[in-house]
């Protein structure tokens, strides 16, 4: 049996980083030879969709639609504790493999199946690893070596939103976005919901900058989606004269003409959903839009891959708000748009090819009560610099080698 354990529950913006290689590794298994263990805050073992009924319904969505390779394989949500009982079940010829922060690992465990590490962006190699895992696999050469330490980088040709578009920019493509190309194009993707902080330093710097630059900025947070969905007048109920439609916990009135369909005739209908956030939340985000940067931005919350990818295409400047490396910070760099890091990782370190971390430059320190840790803080300054620094050397034969080199790796 392989155990496969993760920290991050699986949903739409945080699968394309280490989430997108544990799901290939889980399908290489055969269904009953395969068991996936996600830690959370709760306190009896759930079976994941069960779970997702009661805190998540569009993850549940997600999970139902976009994840049906691994839905077959037993899946189940456990607090860390019940986890360390729940190994206890497993003999030597079993294997581990962990997917999370090395502080959810149970070090005291001393059974003697093969364990294996995929080191965690901020987590660093001690002796204690080195003896107590079998393998362990790091995403930079930093942290590589001898022995039972190897260096793997991503794969990032195996997946299918690379060939949305070709790596070579179009002049007419700002245009096709009613874009002027005169203007310096500003992506900032908001991943997770704990980007406040981070957040207004970007702005800050942009609203700087546009005294001196042409600059126009999209901000992209995913928290609606589209559904299409095939149904018929019997997955229908009728209130107040009304046809109703059940997507699990909600209900979506139909304001179409049914008449003209029998009860078991399919037909689709399309509805707007959201994940959960807070509505204050997105009404502080879009006032501090309007104060900083007034006209010259646009606001996007429809969760479509193509239009992310496009959006990604066509900047000049990516900011991808997350602390974690994923795909879509490779995409940016296949695509040559220079990526703007607000983490600095010793993965993001490893793939900042073409791009800046500004975070590096700064040396005032904040503790991070969620990831316990203390981190580097980020300054105006440092954001503003690396933005500049990009548009006065755009044309720089420095900047065009490192395009270069980013197709070398990555085209």
């Known amino acids: ?45 759930y079976e994941l969709f069960e779970y997702l009924l009661e805190t ?59 364990k294996y590490l995929y080191l965690y962006d901020y987590d660093i190699i001690d002796n204690i690893d080195k003896t107590f895992f079998y393998k362990i696999y790091t995403f930079n050469n930093v942290q590589s070596g001898e022995g039972n330490i190897e260096f793997i980088r991503f794969n990032v040709k195996n997946d299918g939103v690379f060939n949305l578009f070709y790596n070579e920019k179009k002049e007419n493509i700002k245009q096709k976005l009613s874009i002027p190309n005169d203007y310096i194009v500003i992506f900032i993707h908001l991943y997770d919901r704990d980007f406040y902080d981070t957040l207004d330093r970007i702005l800050l710097s942009i609203n700087e900058l546009k005294k001196y630059y042409k600059i126009y900025t999209i901000i992209y947070w995913p928290l609606d989606k589209v559904i299409t969905q095939s149904i018929s007048k019997n997955d229908l109920i009728t209130e107040n004269n009304k046809y109703i439609y059940k997507f699990y916990k909600s209900s979506v009135p139909l ?26 939340n997105k009404i502080d985000l879009e006032n501090a839009l309007k104060t900083y940067l007034i006209d010259d931005y646009k606001f996007v919350t429809n969760i479509d891959d193509y239009e992310l990818a ?24 296949y695509y040559k748009t220079y990526t703007i890091f607000i983490n600095d990782s010793f993965n993001t370190q490893e ?33 503003k610099n690396s933005i500049e620094n990009y548009i006065k050397n755009k044309e720089n034969p420095f900047f065009l080698y490192k395009r270069e080199f980013c197709e070398y790796l990555f085209g």
């Open 310 to 333: 496009q959006n990604i295409y066509m900047s000049d400047i990516y900011f991808p708000i997350t602390e974690e490396i994923s795909y879509l910070t490779m995409l940016s760099q």
């Open 255 to 280: 304001d179409y003409d049914l008449s003209c369909f029998n009860k078991n005739d399919k037909f689709n209908i399309n509805f707007q959903t959201s994940i959960i956030y807070s509505i204050t």
């Open 1 to 45: 049996m392989k155990v496969f354990i993760s920290d991050k529950l699986f949903n739409v913006k945080n699968i394309t980083g280490s989430n997108n290689l544990l799901i290939s590794e889980l399908i290489k298994c055969k269904i009953n030879n395969g068991i996936l263990y996600f830690i959370e805050n709760v306190s009896k073992k």
């Open 56 to 114: 998540d319904i569009f993850n549940h969505y997600y999970w139902k639609e976009h994840l049906k390779s691994i839905n077959q394989y037993k899946i189940v949500v456990i607090s860390k504790e019940l986890l360390n009982e729940e190994l206890s079940l497993y003999t030597k010829n079993d294997s581990i493999y962990y997917y999370c922060e090395k502080r959810n690992i149970n070090y005291n465990d001393n059974h003697y199946f093969k």
């Open 351 to 383: 793939y900042c090819i073409f791009g800046d971390i500004p975070l590096l430059k700064s040396n005032d320190y904040i503790y991070s009560i969620i990831s316990n840790r203390l981190k580097r803080n980020l300054r105006v300054d440092d954001v």
